[in-house]
């Protein structure tokens, strides 16, 4: 999902830089919170970042016939919230971009604020929702994490629809064009990635209850 | 592992597999945006990567050393987590 580097205008480049400082600042001092605040929580963290890391390396076949990756940020989003993923994912992000050549420094703003901003939000929000309305830890996790994953890769088609609108159809034209590529590839992915979610927050986490595993990871209370 | 665990990893394995067997050329999706992006007239971009790696060989090199890395800090958790319940465990024993 990395827009790479040179690839979008610049004044995109740097309205979406601008974009998502706000969030990288504020998850910078969250996170600043949660290691003094919680020294239990700081292991969970570091896995947090650690689970990001892991998943954006691996490119794996879609039904599609072409690869993609997951994102790996739905993890961190549902046990610290979602601002703590905007650095953890920036950190992923300027990795690739320095050492990969996959993604960019100028569109480093514009990847933060798809992988690390949106698909954290999206992520959060669906685990947030899905407690309220009753549904189990698992199936929780499940959905929050992979609807996060393609949130991600939905807002990407849409950066790039923005700044390359088709000449004919316009900016839905190419969002449908765009779309067709990441977002049909990337569904069986979050499948995967949302499984994986559930896999690591009960192996992290042990044999405890269901209901208390986040909190346990969160390190809020025993 | 639970039994749970388990079967939501056989299915990974199966989301990986399926499309190997069904075939395609698994070239990456990001390069396909690429290409369209680059189709559009008058288009250049505007700043290089400052480095790339040289060769495929080098590039599954950063790619295997990125997954490693975070492998290696998810094991360390997962180990440390569990130690910890021990230790409590024993301790309640005792007690």
Avoid at chain 1, 54 to 68: E, M, Q, R
Avoid at chain 2, 47 to 64: A, C, H, K
Wanted: contains cysteine.
């Amino acid at each position: 999902m990395h827009i790479m580097e040179g690839f979008l205008p610049a004044s995109h480049a740097l309205g979406w830089t601008v974009l998502s400082a706000p969030f990288v600042v504020a998850g910078a001092v969250r996170i600043r919170n949660i290691v003094r605040e919680r020294p239990e929580a700081r292991l969970t963290l570091a896995a947090s970042g650690a689970f990001a890391f892991v998943l954006s390396a691996l490119k794996i076949p879609s039904v599609t016939g072409s690869c993609s990756h997951p994102t790996g940020t739905g993890l961190g989003a549902i046990v610290f919230g979602p601002s703590v993923m905007a650095v953890l994912g920036m950190i992923v992000l300027l990795f690739q971009a320095l050492l990969l050549a996959h993604g960019g420094l100028t569109t480093l703003g514009a990847n933060t604020f798809s992988m690390a901003v949106v698909g954290p939000w999206v992520a959060y929000g669906v685990w947030k929702l899905s407690g309220k309305i009753g549904l189990s830890f698992a199936v929780s996790v499940f959905l929050a994490a992979a609807l996060g994953d393609l949130a991600t890769y939905v807002f990407t088609t849409l950066q790039l629809a923005l700044a390359y609108p088709d000449p004919v159809s316009g900016f839905v034209g190419a969002a449908l064009k765009f779309g067709s590529i990441f977002a049909i590839t990337q569904v069986p992915l979050a499948i995967a990635e949302g499984l994986l979610t559930v896999v690591v927050i009960e192996a992290l986490s042990g044999k405890i209850r269901d209901e208390d595993r986040v909190a346990m990871l969160a390190g809020e209370g025993k | 592992m639970s039994k749970r665990s388990f079967w939501m990893l056989i299915g990974v394995a199966l989301i990986v597999i399926i499309p190997l067997l069904k075939g395609g050329e698994f070239g990456g999706a990001d390069g396909e945006a690429a290409a369209i992006v680059e189709a559009t007239e008058g288009f250049a971009t505007w700043f290089d990567p400052i480095w790339e790696p040289p060769s495929g060989e080098i590039e599954s090199l950063f790619f295997s050393l990125q997954a490693a890395l975070g492998a290696l800090v998810v094991g360390y958790a997962i180990g440390r987590a569990r130690s910890r319940k021990e230790r409590e465990m024993n301790r309640e024993g005792q007690s």
